[in-house]
């Protein structure tokens, strides 16, 4: 599945097009709210840790997950990742399984019991937020700073999920980007007890990248994002090229991007999870940016979740 992310979303005015999706918009929230009504809700045996999100694509969730891993192992446990099975996110899969264990099932519950029957010991529920099937330990909701909640309704109209006021299931925020008050007072008026962090991206490798000419693609839920990130970091970037999120690159549009590094001496770069996407034939003609997530006061974060261990 191809899939761009209309401009209009991200508007912050409600544009023509919103008005016109609002009927269907109206009927996915009605059998949302008969789904949660009729699922029935598990306690697991374990901590579970919810990293999820409200705005569709883009929030960061893979790298924040990968980072709660490592915190977990630092802390001496038998953590696991925990997702649900589609083919789509093959490229996420294939992140979290260069670091840990991944469960997958068509019901994420099913992957929770097999993983404890394995000695996992607290599981990261990657993406289960709008799942009502497991009682969470701890739920953590991922923001950008940059796109926020868009024009602020749900799908087809806007980008969320989820109206914003489904933050009263949640324990904490972590929004990536720079401190923004509006957006934290907005978080408030929704619940006033809930935990807001703030995260940023730091390049691992981008040293190898300086004095070069760069062709940038991205197949992301945010591409702009992470060609913002290469400016910002005054790389030399002569041409960026989106494509839709989790994109299979075929072998054909490959080569293509190959072909224009010749006009002008340069080079492909991508992000760690596109080139996850790349076949291996090809992966020799792209290089990719590696990105660790930092967050702002970490051992508060830590506290967090030590609480639920």
Known sequence: MNFFKPKFWDKNKISFFSILLFPITLLIKLLSFFKRTLTKTYQCSIPIICVGNIYLGGTGKTPLCIEIFSILKNLKL?????????????????????????????????????????????????????????????????????????????IPSGPLREDL?????????????????????????????????????????????????????????????????????????????????HHKYSEKELENLSNKTKDNNSILLTTEKDYYRISEKQKKNVKCLKIKIEIENKNEFIEEIKKII
Do not use: H
């Not at 840990?100 to 990261?124: C, E, F, H, S, W």
């Not at 007072?185 to 619940?191: L, Y």
């Not at 490798?205 to 060609?227: D, L, T, W």
């Open 165 to 245: 006021s489904s933050l009263k299931k949640a324990d904490c925020v972590i929004i990536n980007g720079k401190k923004n008050r509006n957006i934290e007072n907005k978080i408030f008026s929704k619940k006033k007890k809930i935990k807001i962090f703030y995260s940023k991206y730091e390049p691992q490798n981008i040293n190898e990248f300086y004095n070069k000419s760069i062709i940038a693609f991205a197949g992301i839920g945010n591409p702009e994002n992470f060609f913002d990130m290469l400016v910002d970091n005054k790389l030399n970037i002569v041409e960026t090229i989106k494509f839709p999120d």
């Open 78 to 154: 038998n953590p696991a990742f925990i997702r649900k099975q589609y083919d789509l996110f093959q490229d996420e899969v294939d992140m979290q399984k260069s670091v840990g264990p991944v469960y997958l099932d068509k019901k994420r519950i099913n992957a929770v019991q097999q993983a404890t029957k394995n000695n996992v010991n607290v599981a990261i529920l990657d993406d289960g937020f709008q799942d009502f099937s497991i009682k969470k330990s701890l739920s953590i909701i991922c923001f950008n700073e940059k796109q926020w909640i868009g024009n602020g309704l749900t």
